[in-house]
């Protein structure tokens, strides 16, 4: 790469919906750092396309047919294990983003948000961190089993074990920095960071970089959406 060249982050976007696949496109078009590469109508053409263009980025809605973007995570994470997944979800899916969190999505967008936050959320998937919009995070939270102290007070318990690093860099996880990002706040190198999601993500027996900043929103590590917006 040219050293004035940019980096263009490749994108899949999948939706059944024309008409939501060409307002992404015509989004993610704006930001000439960002090229989609594909578009699926299904989650089955979604993993044979990412097979065939091996994207950075694949944009997933989480209902479609003959495979949805659950089924279709879960598929992408063995067939391109390097490319990111970003869910698309509306006010009425709460039930799928639960189960989403263990599908291997790296991040949750609404449909109905701010144009910036898929760009930001693209981004932040790109460079290996995770990406929450405020409010799927306010959602995921309200739908999660048991009451907000005693999920709280379960989360620190979980967290209690790790050092102080660990901890700190699990804050940063959860504000959705990116392991480069979290390096230069923590004056590391990025494999140190690294180094440590994996140690924590193996020791909490969690699956992806989003349970893990779920959890430090839990333990109240993470200024909550509702505080930042307020």
Same mark, same amino acid.
């Given at each position: 790469?040219?050293?004035?060249?940019?980096?263009?982050?490749?994108?899949?976007?999948? +939706? +059944?919906?024309?008409?939501?696949?060409?307002?992404?496109?015509?989004?993610?078009?704006?930001?000439?750092?960002?090229?989609?590469?594909?578009?699926?109508? +299904?989650?089955?053409?979604?993993? &044979?396309?990412?097979?065939?263009?091996?994207?950075?980025?694949?944009?997933?809605?989480?209902?479609?047919?003959?495979? +949805?973007?659950?089924?279709?995570?879960? &598929?992408?994470?063995?067939?391109?294990?390097?490319?990111?997944?970003?869910?698309? @979800? @509306?006010?009425?899916?709460?039930?799928?983003?639960?189960?989403?969190?263990?599908?291997?999505?790296?991040?949750?967008?609404?449909?109905?948000?701010?144009?910036?936050?898929?760009?930001?959320?693209?981004?932040?998937?790109?460079? *290996?961190?995770?990406?929450?919009?405020?409010?799927?995070?306010?959602?995921?939270?309200?739908?999660?089993?048991? *009451?907000?102290?005693?999920?709280?007070?379960?989360?620190? &318990?979980?967290?209690?074990?790790?050092?102080?690093?660990?901890?700190?860099?699990?804050?940063?996880?959860?504000?959705?920095?990116?392991?480069?990002?979290?390096?230069?706040?923590?004056?590391?190198?990025?494999?140190?960071?690294?180094?440590?999601?994996?140690?924590?993500?193996?020791?909490?027996?969690?699956?992806?970089?989003?349970?893990?900043?779920?959890?430090?929103?839990?333990?109240?590590?993470?200024?909550?959406?509702?505080?930042?917006?307020?």
């Amino acid at each position: 790469m040219e050293p004035n060249e940019i980096a263009v982050i490749r994108v899949l976007v999948a +939706d +059944d919906e024309a008409m939501i696949r060409a307002g992404v496109k015509a989004i993610l078009a704006a930001d000439r750092g960002v090229e989609v590469v594909a578009e699926a109508g +299904d989650g089955r053409e979604a993993v &044979e396309l990412a097979r065939r263009h091996l994207p950075d980025v694949v944009l997933l809605d989480i209902r479609m047919p003959r495979l +949805d973007g659950l089924g279709a995570a879960e &598929e992408l994470r063995r067939v391109v294990p390097d490319a990111a997944v970003l869910m698309l @979800t @509306t006010f009425s899916e709460d039930a799928y983003i639960a189960r989403a969190l263990g599908s291997g999505a790296a991040g949750f967008l609404l449909k109905s948000g701010d144009p910036r936050e898929l760009l930001a959320g693209v981004r932040a998937v790109a460079d *290996g961190a995770a990406f929450l919009s405020p409010e799927v995070t306010r959602r995921v939270i309200a739908h999660l089993p048991a *009451g907000r102290l005693s999920r709280a007070a379960e989360a620190r &318990e979980r967290l209690e074990p790790l050092t102080v690093r660990e901890r700190d860099v699990v804050a940063l996880v959860g504000a959705g920095l990116s392991n480069g990002e979290i390096a230069a706040r923590l004056y590391v190198v990025e494999g140190t960071v690294k180094a440590h999601v994996s140690a924590v993500l193996a020791r909490l027996g969690l699956k992806n970089r989003v349970q893990l900043a779920i959890l430090a929103y839990e333990a109240g590590m993470v200024e909550e959406p509702d505080a930042a917006e307020a």
